[in-house]
């Protein structure tokens, strides 16, 4: 009889304390996992219940809740969902049927490239992207000649890999009325031995950009679900779009109401009259997870193409500094019209100049300590007068680490060994405010959050150049870098309540690794692979 009894306690316990565990859709445990909360605390298990983190802690979490699905981690790491602050996804999805010329080794293999793809184009352009020069040969002559004769009569555009220079052939400048006559303020239309090149720069590209035709709704979309994998096969579940058309995220919040994308997107639209009137009448109310962050404007171009602007001229181009490509008066008349709104502006400035004209006119309107989280894109030549005024007016610096591992073999041949102090600064700028976006600028630079995150600790390229490091007094440290990638990317667009950390409430978006970020060598970072990834508590990779 007694026997009995005892079995019917065990029973009476086990349900009694089946009955106190609230039950959870998910359990993680038997993990090291990096919450990035204020206090930069580790875990070992979480639990997720309708698509947000309602525990995070260790095993006593099993005393109180059960759940449908149990993974063992068996030691892996996990991150929050990392986030890239500043990306063209877009641009980028839109670009799919153009042929990707990344990579080309020569002008002539470039050249080959462009007439194979010819023959299986279907399209009235023919549209490239992603050359650059400085793989070639140094001294490579870069003109339409080639492609004048090759196509006669259909029209070329090829865009560079920083968006801010084209080669276009004759059919293309005739389309779009260009002659050695044509003026553009903010750009160049490039002309030697009084002929045309076929180089045109900055706002001259619009010139013939404007004249292709787009793609349909339908395969942009296809195009962004696409597009939407690839991020999360790198991890990346949350990004910042630095440059959206109109059509472009209408068609994404038709994506999104459709249930056809999932990850989460603030965007920052180009300075149209079509973008401010759709906006500003609100004629499209934007769902949560595509959300509408503000406008993305260009104060210049790029160092690699020399239209960043800088305050004295190019070590190795005389008598030029490159160019505004928005006048300080339409600046300043955007934001009138931003001021009072919710709206954030996202300016592009690179040259010292470009940076030097936006935090003055910034620093007009933003007068003291603010939350209003205005940003300059790249920042990567700042003036050592001007880097107070980030902290000032609570001006925020949105840097990509990767682009001073691609710029640093030609940089100080572009600004001069007395600028190169003042350039991808990162730990300079991450103490003005205390806090750093860090993104790619993908698809200039790769996707890959942990090539970001070497640039940023190591400061060196995956072949481990330089050996001290470039620069090595801007590195940030580890912890600084993954907050960068995670709750101050978050931050940058005023979403830190909503995902960018590990804790209870916000959305369950996190990655699975077999690296320790915190402690491996920096080969092991670099070598890095994703393992799962999770989005709202499901997994997506």
């Known amino acids: 009889m007694k026997k009995y009894h005892n079995i019917i306690l065990i029973i009476f316990v086990f349900l009694f304390s089946s009955f106190k565990k609230k039950t959870a ?31 995070v802690g260790g095993k006593e979490l099993l005393e109180k809740f059960q759940a449908n699905e149990i993974i063992d981690a068996k030691g892996q790491f996990i991150y929050p969902g990392f986030i890239d602050a500043h990306c063209h996804f877009t641009g980028y999805a839109l670009d799919q049927y153009k042929l990707n010329l ?33 793989n070639w040969k140094y001294g490579t002559s870069i003109t339409k000649k080639d492609l004048d004769r090759l196509f006669p009569n259909q029209p070329v555009f090829l865009l560079r ?25 903010g750009g160049e239309i490039q ?123 190019y070590e190795d181009q005389n008598n030029h500094r490159g160019y505004l490509t928005t006048s300080i ?41 603010n939350d209003r989280r205005w940003r300059i894109e790249h920042a990567q030549v700042v003036d050592s007068n001007d880097v107070h005024l980030f902290g000032d007016c609570s001006i925020i610096p949105s840097v990509q680490p990767t682009h001073a591992m691609s710029d640093m073999e030609w940089a100080q041949d572009r600004i001069g060994e007395h600028r190169m102090k003042n350039a991808y600064a990162y730990k300079t700028l991450l103490n003005q405010n205390q806090w750093l976006p860090l993104g790619t600028d993908f698809p200039v630079e790769e996707l890959n959050p942990f090539r970001t995150f070497s640039a940023a600790v190591f400061r060196k390229n995956e072949m481990q150049k330089p050996t001290q490091g470039f620069q090595f007094e801007n590195a940030l440290t580890r912890e600084e870098a993954l907050r960068g990638m995670t709750i101050w990317a978050a931050k940058s667009v005023f979403k830190e309540k ?44």
Request: glycine content about 6%.
């Open 25 to 55: 859709d998910l359990i993680v445990k038997n993990a090291t996992i990096y919450t990035v909360n204020d206090h930069f605390e580790k875990a070992s298990m979480l639990v997720i219940s309708n698509g947000k983190f309602i525990a």
């Open 102 to 134: 990344y990579g080309t080794a020569s002008y002539n293999e470039m050249i080959e490239k462009i007439v194979d793809y010819a023959k299986i184009n279907k399209r009235e352009w023919i549209e490239g992207r992603m050359w650059s020069e400085s």
């Open 161 to 185: 890999i920083d968006a801010h220079a084209a080669l276009c052939n004759q059919k293309a400048f005739d389309i779009a009325g260009i002659t050695q006559d044509t003026k553009i303020e």
């Open 191 to 313: 002309i030697k031995n009084n002929e045309l090149t076929g180089l045109l720069f900055d706002n001259a590209i619009d010139l013939v950009k404007s004249k292709i035709p787009s793609v349909d709704e339908s395969t942009a979309i296809e195009y962004y679900q696409k597009t939407e994998q690839e991020f999360f096969e790198n991890g990346i579940t949350s990004f910042v779009d630095c440059m959206v058309e109109n059509s472009w995220w209408k068609w994404m919040q038709k994506a999104y109401l459709d249930k056809k994308l999932s990850i989460q997107s603030s965007l920052f639209l180009t300075n149209t009259t079509e973008n401010i009137n759709d906006v500003f009448s609100q004629k499209i109310n934007p769902v949560s997870n595509g959300k509408v962050a503000g406008f993305k404007i260009f104060a210049d171009g790029s160092l690699g193409s020399r239209g960043a602007y800088l305050l004295n001229e």
């Open 329 to 369: 008066a339409a600046i300043d008349s955007l934001i009138q019209k931003l001021i009072k709104s919710n709206f954030q502006l996202a300016i592009h400035a690179i040259g010292d100049g470009a940076n030097h004209e936006v935090l003055t006119v910034f620093s007009k309107y933003l007068k003291q300590k």
């Open 498 to 541: 909503e995902v960018g950390s590990i804790e209870v409430g916000k959305q369950a978006d996190f990655v699975i690794l077999t690296t320790d970020l915190m402690d491996a060598s920096i080969t092991d970072i670099y070598q890095t692979k994703v393992e799962q990834v999770y989005l709202n508590g499901k997994r997506v990779k």
